[in-house]
T-cell receptor, first 113, second 112 residues
Framework: DAGVIQSPRHEVTEMGQEVTLRCKPISGHNSLFWYRQTMMRGLELLIYFNNNVPIDDSGMPEDRFSAKMPNASFSTLKIQPSEPRDSAVYFC???????????FGPGTRLLVL | SQKIEQNSEALNIQEGKTATLTCNYTNYSPAYLQWYRQDPGRGPVFLLLIRENEKEKRKERLKVTFDTTLKQSLFHITASQPADSATYLCAITLYNNNDMRFGAGTRLTVKP
């Protein structure tokens, strides 16, 4: 199993640009989570999906952030427009049915200049 | 307010000793608590899960305890090795909810 796959691994962009992060969960997993990690705030849950349906997006910082899961094998996290304070590592994780344990991807390191 | 606190940002110990990391929480009623390991530049990796009705769990050199009265979990690594050097995160999951809330982590360094 390839594990959770995220792309790109690194992204450098300028303030105001749109950023799209991508995630492919582990095949057969039905829950998907997006996290953001910074030195100041640690690992924060942004949003999670069960069976492709968003369940809790209370962690999404503001309207500039949006997430979709059009099918069981793909999710995107979009930031539009991006700001320097969005610079962080963004992780995607997935879990299976009954899913207590989450499996994390390698993360996308985002730098907004 | 709800908080998850890990005892220290950094812990340095000598190889062969037991490392003990602490996770305290307030204003949560967790269904279970998990410990993850994170290496630089990588995502967290699951280590152990303990449920609210369990007192202790072991896996090889790892041991986790869970005291719901004290609202505390302890994570022990016995016979520590330099390869155990990493950041260790505790995470709480609530009933009827499968999202997790993480502590800030403790960076463990095991010196040879």
């Amino acid at each position: 199993d390839a594990g959770v796959i995220q792309s790109p691994r690194h992204e450098v962009t300028e303030m105001g640009q749109e950023v799209t992060l991508r995630c492919k969960p582990i095949s057969g997993h039905n829950s998907l989570f997006w996290y953001r990690q910074t030195m100041m705030r640690g690992l924060e849950l942004l949003i999670y999906f069960n069976n492709n349906v968003p369940i809790d997006d209370s962690g999404m910082p503001e309207d500039r952030f949006s997430a979709k899961m059009p099918n069981a094998s793909f999710s995107t996290l979009k930031i539009q427009p991006s700001e320097p304070r969005d610079s962080a590592v963004y992780f995607c994780a997935s879990s299976g049915l009954g899913g207590e344990t989450q499996y994390f991807g390698p993360g996308t390191r985002l730098l907004v200049l | 307010s709800q908080k998850i606190e890990q005892n220290s940002e950094a812990l340095n110990i000598q190889e062969g000793k037991t490392a003990t990391l602490t996770c305290n929480y307030t204003n949560y009623s967790p269904a279970y608590l998990q410990w993850y390991r994170q290496d630089p530049g990588r995502g967290p990796v699951f280590l152990l899960l303990i449920r609210e009705n369990e007192k202790e769990k072991r896996k090889e050199r790892l041991k986790v305890t869970f005291d719901t009265t004290l609202k505390q979990s302890l994570f022990h690594i016995t016979a520590s090795q330099p390869a155990d050097s990493a950041t260790y995160l505790c995470a709480i999951t609530l009933y009827n909810n499968n999202d997790m809330r993480f502590g800030a982590g403790t960076r463990l360094t095991v010196k040879p």
